[in-house]
């Protein structure tokens, strides 16, 4: 299990980017201090990856084909002062209801309870758009006040001019805030995204 395995806790370092603690339950999450961007979105949309694309650090977040990879809460130190935080994802239907309880459990006593959280990253599959569980969350997260930023990864998918013109439709449909367009393959967006999160900085 490794690094998924929940409590897993590695020597301290200085070294950048490091796993802080994987938390299953909120108990274990570490205290807080740094400012935090916390990475939201269906199952297998491709948070982890985006995450390793953000850091530069390929195999720091597991990433998995398989939906339901990130089942826990991961914290990652990313550099002094800020951390990033992998939550689960939602939407994976052959997941127990009991599971999927739980899991939300976990998501909402972060988003809640965080007084580090400054920046929530929804990330969006580029050839979907706004799912149902996507608008849930965006509408959950503006009645807490929490601010988010859209990104909508996996463009590298979309091969054809038709694709590309249809998913922008999907992004912009009914929604008129900014999104940010990113390939956690091609390294798309890396740079946009990180001009986002450095704002909550200053
Ligand atoms: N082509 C392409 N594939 C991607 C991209 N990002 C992620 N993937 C693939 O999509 C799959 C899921 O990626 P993950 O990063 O594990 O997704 P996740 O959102 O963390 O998934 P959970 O932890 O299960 O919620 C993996 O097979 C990745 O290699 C991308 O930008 N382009
Ligand atoms: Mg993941």
């Keep these: 299990m490794g690094r998924e395995e929940a409590g897993h806790r590695p020597l301290a370092t200085d070294h950048f980017p490091r796993i802080i603690i994987s938390a299953a339950r909120p108990e274990q999450f570490p205290?807080?201090?740094?400012?935090e961007v916390a990475f939201l979105g269906r199952s297998n949309v491709g948070k982890s990856s985006l995450i390793n694309a953000l850091t530069g650090a390929g195999g720091l977040a597991r990433t998995s084909a398989?939906?339901?990879?990130?089942?826990?809460?991961?914290?990652y130190q990313v550099e002094r002062g800020?951390?990033?935080?992998?939550?689960?994802?939602?939407?994976f239907?052959?997941?127990?209801?009991?599971?999927?309880r739980e899991w939300k459990a976990l998501i909402e006593h972060y988003l809640l309870e965080r007084g580090a959280l400054r920046l929530c990253v929804i990330v969006l599959d580029?050839?979907?758009?706004?799912?149902?569980?996507?608008?849930?969350?965006?509408d959950w997260l503006e009645?807490?006040?929490r601010p988010y930023l859209a990104v909508a990864t996996k463009c590298d998918k979309l091969k054809s001019h038709k694709e590309r013109q249809q998913s922008l439709r999907a992004l912009r449909d009914g929604y008129s805030g900014e999104i940010l367009e990113s390939s956690a393959v091609k390294g798309w967006g890396v740079r946009d995204i990180w001009q986002a999160i450095s704002k909550i900085k200053t």
């Design 31 to 35: 205290p807080e201090g740094d400012a």
């Design 66 to 75: 398989r939906p339901g990879c990130t089942q826990i809460v991961n914290f």
């Design 82 to 91: 800020l951390r990033f935080v992998d939550l689960p994802g939602y939407g």
């Design 93 to 100: 239907a052959k997941v127990p209801r009991e599971k999927t």
């Design 126 to 138: 580029a050839r979907r758009g706004w799912m149902d569980k996507d608008i849930e969350l965006r």
């Design 143 to 145: 009645i807490h006040g």
